[in-house]
Structures are given as structure tokens and as C-alpha cells.
């Protein structure tokens, strides 16, 4: 393919050189660098090599079709002209035999005619023997008569006889020769090195002898062999049994070959008429041939014509060479025509290419040349047309750009400004002053003025803020100017426009004051533009200059941009301010409620923590906080300042008077004093107090508590004015905190009272329930003791009556120690004292004891007391004594209470808690009760429960117990159909149980 | 031999309850009122075994149980605490002072009774 393609510049150079040419490629498309280059190589040729190509391969098929169609005819034309010729020529073979044969036959058919059967024998013999002269091939001749027998035998090999009678009648010539035909007979050989044949002709005469000839067949072969077919080929001659008859190789046919085994003659034999076309076979020799046959008719016999195919298509072979070549020729013509053709429709459009190129990169003056006189001409003068357009929009193009360079120059020597005084603005966001400075410095030098200068409003006068320019000096003199008509900066500011003054001196009567001043200090020529604030002016920026000069438009312009910029500032500043100061009040007041949050029982850090803000915030120089105490006087509780004990002096002093801090509190509002010294109302002592510590000014905020007010906090300041608004928000939320933080402290300090007191009441009552137990136990335990000696007989024995109501005593005995008992756990638990001794315990175990201590009491009462206990409980976690009381209270209420039937105890595990269940078939309990039974002192209305004994309490302690330890107890029960209790506990309880 | 039982308790009626109870089990019976009293009588007396009183006059049953614990003479002498202080914790006091036994108020005087025959015979 290199070879076809236009030599580029990198086929040129040497392969390394190539390389390197391609890796420095690969480099600039990494880079991203002239990115054009790539493409251009890479494209390069391919329009070529594609119409090259194109041409080529249309022109080679048509050549190679038409070349194989013509070579297909010229072929099968070929063949079929060789094959006629072929078996015209085996058909003029067998017709030269046939004649040779035939002529044979009528020679001998004359020699045998009827009409010499004179009886002369000689004369028949004389027939035969011109007969034997003028044919050679016959070599022998006899004639038979109608018996077969010979009458007349002549041969050229041996001697005559006559009437020799020898009987032939059995030769096969004799019984086969008809009458007037002619019988050929197969062939035979002689000393089996010649070919003979007999033929036989039957005379037609009355005497029907038979004339038969050997006929030797040397003589076809003579035929045969003289029949040339090309170089190689040639004639043969086959008989019905397919041995070979004739052939120009003798020795083949003394060999008596039979050829009837070869494809064409088995083919032809048998046929009446197989000369049909020629076919391909093999001979002996196993090479194929092209052969074909016609027949003998009288001898049936055939003669094959063949010659070696390769022999046959020599020819057409080389017609087929002469083809090619020519195809060969014509490819390589059309190769070079290709090339030409597409060089031709290429180069153009690689002209264009590389025009189009150079206007790419700019190379505007050079000329696309194309003279083909078609469309790419016409193209190349659309590029040659539109790169002098281009040409042409380059120099206008470069024109524009260096006058708006130059406007740009000059307009970026504002823009600089302009932007440097924005950079000064977020420099310097509190301080307006730089700002000011640089506004003015700017306006003067980039206007050309002799000064600029900068005034805001105050009160009623526009202040001085700042001069900047050559002739700035004496402007910084003038503080203060008027807002009246008498200035232009004044009635600028009245008017809200721009004022412009060609020379002010020529204007001194409408403008005096400013004329005075330029007469002062020698500038003429003035422009001034307010400067606003949501649409209202707070201030000027003026250019003055010291000669008669107009001022331009632009630098009017630019006047009043700066002065928007000025503006911009000063309301950042006014902003900032804003926002430090909210978030300095808010960082104060977040910082007193940290205060307040992290002491509550003391007021001292918080009343330190506001005192230092109101300093800091308010530039104070001092603040304090004064309570009203019982004794209804001030006391200073927490100050920041000098001369502290005169102070609290004076405070002390004014508490009921209505001035002062006292006026302040009474009048429950914020009291300002922005000059102590020209304030009537503040009392002398304090104005005298404050003169000493050099404060000019006071503010007194009241701190209220419930409707009234309880001290006051206050702030000095060593200037005259008023707080402003929000400084008196933050002093009253200061004020809120601080109440806040009193009544924090209070209420802390009341809590520990309080808690305090129930502390020792709680002590004071367990100490009052050990002692009544232990009271009460001492006489029980003589009525007790007393009785049971009874019984036991120690003082005799005793009647039935009296032992009767010894029951009753001892009886009433017990039941008032048992509610002793109960009152003393209750109190325990109300007062937080029972604890628990947590220990394992086994639920089995548990019911096990409850049912032994309770099974005396259910038999007695007749009744069926039965447990039944999960196997494989886990142990518990808890107070085994404590439980057990539980258990035992609820069986044994359960037995108490069922006059008959059944108590059954259960105990299950469900959801990693026991649940104990206790079911009687007693009285039941109504459904309003249910709750109640768990209440101290609650039992089912009395007179069901009369006589069953119990103190009430024994439900509401084991509910108390059973919540200790983070279970439930409950009871499920209807009137009639006895009750059900369940305990459910917690496997594992995580001791002490938080209070629910 | 019968066995002396010395009996420390203030109240006139507890103390005829045990008089009476341990006489008519056949043990001698001696009687103090208060603490010191007991202390001395047993130092003095040497009793088989001693029903002891919480709270008595002059020194506690405590105290008084620590003494006749401190004292070698007596200090084999086992003691039973025989108190109204039935209060969780009391008989762990009663016993860290020096008790052997404790029984708490009121009692069955024939528990007791099997509680003394447990300390002497």
C-alpha cells in the first residue's frame, strides 16, 4: 500500500527518523498542541488510495469476466469442433474399409458369377486367378459346389487343384453363404501372425456353388495406418467381439488384443449406430483420450479414432495463455490508468486541503490554485474569495480592537479604581475612614481635580470627612458647612441633584458662602453629587479644581459612581456594625445564661458576668447591681468600678426617695440620665459622686419580680448621650437575668430546706416506729407470755370458761402484734427504709415452703391445697424472704377466704418472667373491689370478711414487694366463681427498681 | 446440779413471765433490773446461761453484754437476748455485741423455753 501512496514526507525519511516523527506526534496529541497536525497525517492519502482502488477493481472485474466468458466459449467450441472432426474422421475410416471391403466382395462376387458354371473348370480357374492378380489381399480362392465339396482351389501359397472333392461343407463360410449375399467371416490368423478373413458368396446360379476367399487383412491396416490424426493419434479398427482388428501397431494386433475392457469400446460395441460425438477415455496405455467411433455395417466391425487429450487441448491451452496474457496486459494498463485517474480527481482536493489549511492558520494572502474547470475550481474561488473577505474583516477587525484598546486602557484606569476601592471596602468593613480616603484620592487624580472631598450629614451641618488631591490642605480646615442655599453642597443636598459650576467666583451670588471660601482658598471651577441611602441623602463628594475648567461628562460619570461607592461603604460599615452589635448582645446575653444554667444556687457569677457585658458593651465605666433588701434599703450587691463604698453610700441613701436608683424602681421603667450634670432630678450627693468618678452620663434599669421590683442594675459612662435603643433592650433582658437568677437561687435554696426537713421528718418517723414497736411489744409480750402459761397450766389448772377467753386474748394478742407487723413494713416502704437483700432464690423452693406452712390450715378448713411447678425454672434474682411473704399472704388469704374446694398454685415462666398464679374456688370478688384490695386497709366490705381475721394491709404489702422487685400482681376474679391472683417477676431484677 | 438462769430485764411483768416459766422447768432463777445490776450479779453468781434485756436502766443490754463478754470470769457465760427490738438489723447488733442467742419480744414461752434447754440442759 506505501507504494501506491504518494510519497509523504515521512515515506521519505529513514525509518528511525519515521519513528521519531511518530512519537513526537503521539507527544504533541498528549500535550493537546496543534491539534490539526494529527488529523492531516493521518487522512493524508486515503482519497487516493480509495478512488485508486475503486477504479482498479471495477476495470479488473470487467477484464477477468469478460477474459473467463470468452475462455469458457472458445473451449466448449474447441472441443466440439475436435470432436466432429474426430468422428469424421472415423466415419471416412469405416467408409474407406467398407469400399475397400466391398470393392473386395464384388470382385469376387464377379469372379463367382453363375454364368462361368460352363462345366469348363479351367475357365472358372483362369477367373480366379485374374481374380488373385488383381486383388492381392485375396490369398486364397475356392469355389464349392452345392454339396460342399471343393471343385476349385487357387492360392497364391500353394498349388492349384481341381476337383479335388474335398468335402468343406462344416466350414462355417460354406453353411453361412446365402445365395447372391455375402458372408464375412470372423478373423483369424495364419501361422497366428497375419489376419485373415474368409468371405463367402453364395452364386446365384442353379448349381449353387459357393465361392469363398481368405482374404488377407494386412491390407485394412494399410488403411488404417494411413489415416493421420495429429501427431500422437490415430485409427483402429475393433470387430463385434471387440479384438482388434487393424492398428498402425501390427504387433498389437498379431497379439490378438481384445480392447472390449476400455470404456469406449464397450461402449460402441453392440450398437447399430454409436457414432455419436467423441468421448473422453483411456487407451491401453491408461492415458486418456479423446475418441470416437463409427461403424462398419457389413463387418460389424468399428473403427475408434483417438488421440491423447493432451494432445487435443494443446491448443486450447494455449488460447487460454493468449488470454490471460492479454487480461494481464489489460490490468496493468488499467492500474496505471487508475493511478492517473485518481491522482487527477485527488490532487485538487488535496490543494484545497492544504489552502484550506493555511487560512486555518492564518496565512491569508496566499491563492488556492485549481484549474480543473469544474465545481472543485469553483470551490477553491469560494476559498480564494472568502480568505480575501477574511483579509479584509482582519484589518477592519484590527482596527476596532486597538480603538477600543485604547478605550479600554483608559476606562481600566477607572475600573483599577473602582476596584481598588472595593478592595479597600472589604478591608476595612468597620472603618469608613480609609475607605473615604481612597474614594477621594481616586476622584481627584482620575478626574484631574485640584481636590476632592467628602462630607456627611450631622444633625444639621454636613461634616468634613475627608480631602484627598494636590490642593486638598485647606479643605480639611472647613469642619462644618451649612445645608442651605448658600453653598452648592447644601443645595446639592436640598435639591438631590448634581451641581456643576463653571467658576464659582462668576457665581458668587447665588452661591456666598461657597464663593467665600473659594476666594479663600483659590479653586474656580466645582462639581458636587449627593450621595443617598434608600433614596435620601446623607452626604456629598465635590471636586474642586484651581483653575476655570469644566469638569467632563465622564469624569462626572465617574464622580457619581465613586459616589455610589461611598455609599456602599458607609452602609457596609452601618451594617456591620448592626450585625457585630446583635451579635454581641446576643453572645452576652447567652453568655449570662450560661452563667445562670451553671451556678443556680449562686447570683454572684451571673451579677459578674452581666457587669463585665454592660462594660465591654456599653463602653461603661462602671455598672452595678443594687437589691432592695428586707430592711427596704439598697444594698450594692455586685459592682464593677471605682470608689465602690462611697457609691453604695449614696445608693443606700437614695432607696425611698423617688429619684435616683429609687426613681427608677418606682417608676418600673428604664430611667436615662444622658447628662448628669444638667439633669435637675438627680439628686446632689449622686452628682457630686459621679463628678468624682468622672461619669457623665447614668442609666438605671429596674429589676422586677412578681409585679415588684427588687433592685436595679445601672451603667456610668464617662460621656453625655442616651443608650441607644437596642443597648437598652440588652441592658432589660440583663435586668430579666438577673431576676431570674435571684429567683433561681431562691427557689434552690427553698428546695434544700425542704428537702431537708422531710429528711429529718422521715428519720424522726422511722425513729417513732422503732420505738412504738418496741412499745408496743413489751406489754404484748406480758399478755402474750402471761397466757400461754396459763395454758400451759403453770398457774394451775383452768376452768373450760376461762380458757375460753384465754383463746380469745391470746387470739386478739396475735392479731395485734400480726397488724404491728404490717404497719411496720408499710411505713418502712413508705418511707423508703425496707430494702432488699437480693439473693438467688428458687420459685420452686418458694411455693414448696408456702404450701407446707399453709397445707395444716387447708386441711383444717377440709380443703385441697395443690401446686404445680414448671420443671426447669431458671433460679431467681430477688429477696426469698420477702417473696415468701408475698406467696404466703396470698395462699393463705385464699384458704382464709374458700370455705370449700380448692387452692391451686402454679408457677409457669412466660416472656422471661415467673408468673405464679394462685386460683381458689371461693366467694369471688366484685369487680369494683378488685382495685381496692391492693389500698391499705381495704378488705371486702366487713361483714364478709368478718371473722376471717387479717389486717387489711397484707395485699397492699405484697403489691409493694412484688413492685420492688419489678413484677405485678394482679387478680382476676367474679362473684361466685372464685378468684385468681398472679404474680409475675422478673427472672433477674436489676436492684434498687427505678421508681416508676 | 440445777442450772442458774440469770434473768436482766426492767419490766416486773417479763421478768414473772420468765421467773415463773423457767421455775416451773426446774432451773433457779436470779434477777437483775438493770445493766449494771446484771453485770455484777453475774460476775458474782456465775449463772449457767443469761436472758438478756435490751433496754435497761443505767447501761443498755448491750453494753451490759460487751462487759460480761470483756470480763474473763464471765465472758464464757453464754447469753440470750431477750429484747423488744424486733427490727431488721436488731438481732445482728445483738449478736456483734456479744449475744449467743437472740429471741424477739413477744415470744412464745415455749419457744424460749426450747431456746434455753438448747444452751443448758
Redesign the interface.
Known amino acids: 500500500m506505501m507504494s501506491e501512496q504518494e510519497p509523504t514526507p515521512g515515506a521519505l525519511q529513514s525509518p528511525v527518523a519515521e519513528r521519531a516523527i511518530a512519537e513526537s506526534v503521539v507527544a504533541e496529541s498528549g500535550r493537546n498542541e496543534e491539534p490539526e497536525t494529527t488529523p492531516r497525517h493521518k487522512y493524508r492519502g486515503r482519497l487516493f488510495r480509495k478512488y485508486f482502488l475503486l477504479i482498479l477493481s471495477l476495470v479488473t472485474i470487467a477484464l477477468v469476466a469478460s477474459g473467463a466468458i470468452s475462455i469458457y466459449f472458445t473451449y466448449q467450441e474447441n472441443k466440439a469442433a475436435l470432436s466432429n472432426l474426430q468422428h469424421e474422421k472415423a466415419i471416412a475410416a469405416a467408409s474407406r474399409i467398407e469400399q475397400y471391403i466391398r470393392q473386395i466382395e464384388r470382385q469376387l462376387a464377379y469372379a463367382a458369377l453363375p454364368q462361368l458354371d460352363t462345366g469348363d473348370a479351367d475357365l472358372r480357374r483362369l477367373e480366379f486367378l485374374k481374380l488373385l492378380r488383381q486383388a492381392p489381399e485375396v490369398t486364397d480362392l475356392a469355389q464349392l459346389d452345392a454339396a460342399g465339396r471343393e471343385q476349385i482351389a487357387v492360392s497364391r501359397l500353394g498349388m492349384d487343384s481341381l476337383n479335388s472333392g474335398k468335402d468343406r461343407s462344416l466350414e462355417p463360410a460354406f453353411g453361412n453363404a446365402g445365395r447372391g449375399k455375402s458372408w464375412f467371416g470372423p478373423v483369424f490368423f495364419r501361422k497366428e501372425t497375419e489376419p485373415y478373413m474368409t468371405i463367402a458368396i453364395g452364386s446365384g446360379g442353379d448349381k449353387r456353388t459357393v465361392t469363398v476367399a481368405d482374404v488377407n487383412l494386412k491390407f485394412i491396416w494399410d488403411v488404417v495406418s494411413r489415416i493421420k490424426i495429429g501427431e500422437k493419434g490415430k485409427a483402429y479398427v475393433v470387430d463385434g467381439n471387440g479384438f482388434l482388428v487393424a492398428d498402425p501397431d501390427i504387433g498389437l494386433v498379431l497379439r490378438k488384443t481384445n480392447l472390449s475392457a476400455l470404456p469406449h469400446v464397450r461402449a460402441a460395441i453392440g450398437k447399430a449406430n454409436p457414432d455419436e460425438l467423441a468421448m473422453i477415455s483411456t487407451d491401453l496405455g491408461n492415458t486418456p483420450v479423446l475418441t470416437s467411433v463409427a461403424l462398419i455395417e457389413p463387418l460389424n466391425w468399428y473403427v475408434f479414432v483417438e488421440q491423447p487429450v493432451l494432445e487435443v487441448y494443446e491448443k486450447l491451452n494455449a488460447s487460454i495463455w493468449r488470454t490471460g496474457l492479454l487480461l494481464l496486459g489489460g490490468l496493468v494498463i488499467s492500474a496505471v490508468g487508475a493511478m492517473a485517474l485518481a491522482r487527477g480527481m485527488v490532487q485538487p482536493i488535496r490543494t484545497l486541503d492544504e489552502g484550506a489549511r493555511r487560512i486555518g492558520a492564518g496565512e491569508l494572502d496566499r491563492r488556492i490554485e485549481i484549474r480543473t474547470g469544474d465545481e472543485l475550481q469553483a470551490l477553491a474561488e469560494q476559498f480564494n474569495s472568502m480568505t480575501s473577505q477574511l483579509r479584509e474583516s482582519y484589518s477592519d477587525l484590527e482596527q476596532k480592537v486597538e480603538k477600543r484598546t485604547r478605550e479600554l486602557t483608559h476606562s481600566l484606569a477607572q475600573q483599577t479604581a473602582v476596584a481598588e476601592i472595593l478592595q479597600v471596602i472589604s478591608s476595612s468593613p468597620t472603618d469608613v475612614r480609609p475607605v473615604l480616603e481612597a474614594i477621594a484620592e481616586r476622584a481627584a487624580r482620575l478626574c484631574d481635580a485640584s481636590a476632592a472631598s467628602m462630607y456627611l450629614i450631622d444633625g444639621s451641618t454636613l461634616r468634613h470627612l475627608a480631602s484627598k488631591g494636590p490642593a486638598a490642605e485647606p479643605m480639611t480646615q472647613v469642619n462644618a458647612l451649612p445645608i442651605n442655599r448658600d453653598s452648592f453642597s447644601g443645595r446639592a443636598i436640598i435639591e438631590r441633584k448634581t451641581l456643576h459650576i463653571h467658576d464659582l467666583l462668576e457665581e458668587a451670588a447665588e452661591y456666598p458662602l461657597s464663593a467665600e471660601l473659594a476666594l479663600r482658598h483659590g479653586h474656580r471651577t466645582a462639581v458636587v453629587v449627593p450621595l443617598y441611602r434608600e433614596q435620601k441623602p446623607f452626604g456629598t463628594i465635590m471636586l474642586r479644581r484651581n483653575e476655570v475648567r469644566s469638569f467632563t461628562d465622564r469624569e462626572i460619570a465617574l464622580l457619581e459612581t465613586f459616589g455610589d461607592q461611598a455609599a456602599i461603604a458607609l452602609e457596609n460599615v452601618r451594617l456591620f456594625n448592626e450585625t457585630k452589635e446583635a451579635l454581641d448582645h446576643q453572645r452576652a446575653s447567652g453568655e449570662v445564661l450560661a452563667a445562670i444554667s451553671s451556678s443556680i444556687a449562686d447570683t454572684a457569677p451571673v451579677f459578674q458576668r452581666i457587669l463585665a457585658n454592660c462594660e465591654r458593651l456599653f463602653a461603661a465605666n462602671l455598672a452595678g447591681i443594687s437589691l432592695v433588701d428586707v430592711d427596704g434599703q439598697f444594698h450594692l450587691k455586685a459592682y464593677h468600678g471605682a470608689h465602690r463604698d462611697e457609691l453604695e453610700r449614696v445608693i443606700r441613701s437614695s432607696a425611698d426617695d423617688s429619684e435616683g436608683s429609687g426613681g427608677a424602681i418606682f417608676r418600673h421603667e428604664i430611667w436615662q440620665v444622658p447628662d448628669v450634670d444638667k439633669d435637675p432630678v438627680v439628686p446632689t450627693d449622686m452628682r457630686l459622686c459621679c463628678s468624682t468618678m468622672g461619669v457623665k452620663s447614668l442609666v438605671f434599669a429596674p429589676m422586677r419580680s412578681a409585679g415588684s421590683s427588687i433592685g436595679t442594675i445601672f451603667v456610668g459612662r464617662d460621656h453625655v448621650g442616651h443608650l441607644s435603643e437596642t443597648d437598652i433592650t440588652l441592658l432589660r433582658t440583663f435586668a430579666d437575668q438577673a431576676v431570674i437568677s435571684i429567683q433561681n437561687a431562691r427557689l434552690l435554696r427553698e428546695i434544700q430546706e425542704k428537702s431537708k426537713q422531710v429528711e429529718i421528718a422521715s428519720q424522726h418517723k422511722m425513729q417513732f416506729l422503732?420505738n412504738m414497736?418496741?412499745?408496743l411489744?413489751?406489754?404484748?409480750?406480758?399478755?402474750?407470755?402471761?397466757t400461754?402459761?396459763l395454758f400451759?397450766g403453770?398457774?394451775g389448772e383452768l376452768e373450760d370458761r376461762v380458757r375460753g377467753v384465754l383463746e380469745r386474748v391470746q387470739y386478739n394478742?396475735k392479731h395485734l402484734?400480726g397488724l404491728i407487723h404490717d404497719v411496720?413494713d408499710l411505713s418502712k416502704i413508705d418511707a423508703g427504709q425496707l430494702t432488699l437483700t437480693m439473693d438467688t432464690y428458687s420459685v420452686s423452693a418458694l411455693v414448696k415452703s408456702t404450701v407446707a406452712s399453709t397445707e395444716s390450715l387447708a386441711r383444717g378448713k377440709g380443703l385441697v391445697l395443690r401446686a404445680a411447678v414448671d420443671e426447669g425454672l431458671p433460679f431467681g434474682w430477688g429477696d426469698e424472704r420477702r417473696l415468701m411473704q408475698v406467696l404466703l399472704n396470698i395462699v393463705g388469704n385464699a384458704i382464709k377466704f374458700t370455705d370449700k374446694g380448692s387452692v391451686d398454685v402454679a408457677a409457669t415462666l412466660a416472656d422471661g418472667s415467673f408468673q405464679i398464679s394462685v386460683r381458689d374456688s371461693g366467694p369471688g370478688i366484685k369487680e369494683e373491689d378488685q382495685v381496692r384490695i391492693f389500698e391499705e386497709f381495704q378488705q371486702v366490705d366487713a361483714s364478709s370478711t368478718r371473722g376471717k381475721g387479717g389486717t387489711g394491709l397484707g395485699l397492699a404489702i405484697a403489691k409493694r414487694i412484688v413492685e420492688m422487685h419489678g413484677g405485678s400482681i394482679s387478680v382476676t376474679s367474679a362473684l361466685g366463681s372464685g378468684s385468681t391472683f398472679v404474680v409475675i417477676l422478673p427472672v433477674r431484677v436489676e436492684y434498687p427498681v427505678q421508681a416508676a | 446440779m440445777t442450772s442458774k438462769i440469770l434473768v436482766i430485764e426492767d419490766?416486773e411483768?417479763?421478768r414473772r413471765?420468765l421467773r415463773?416459766?423457767l421455775t416451773?422447768a426446774g432451773y433457779d432463777v436470779i434477777e437483775a433490773v438493770d445493766g449494771m445490776t446484771g453485770v455484777a450479779i453475774a460476775r458474782e453468781r456465775r449463772p449457767d446461761l443469761i436472758l438478756m434485756d435490751i433496754?435497761l436502766p443505767v447501761i443498755d443490754g448491750y453494753e451490759a453484754t460487751r462487759r460480761i463478754k470483756a470480763d474473763p470470769t464471765t465472758q464464757n457465760i453464754p447469753i440470750i437476748a431477750v429484747t423488744?427490738?424486733?427490727?431488721a438489723g436488731d438481732e445482728a447488733k445483738a449478736r456483734e455485741a456479744g449475744c449467743n442467742g437472740y429471741v424477739?419480744?413477744?415470744?412464745?414461752?415455749?419457744l424460749l423455753l426450747q431456746k434455753v434447754r438448747e444452751f443448758v440442759g
Open positions: 422503732a414497736s418496741h412499745e411489744r413489751t406489754p404484748l409480750n406480758a399478755i402474750l407470755g402471761y400461754e402459761l400451759d403453770i398457774y394478742g402484734l411496720l | 419490766t411483768d417479763n413471765i415463773d416459766l416451773a433496754q423488744s427490738y424486733a427490727l424477739a419480744k413477744p415470744y412464745s414461752p415455749r
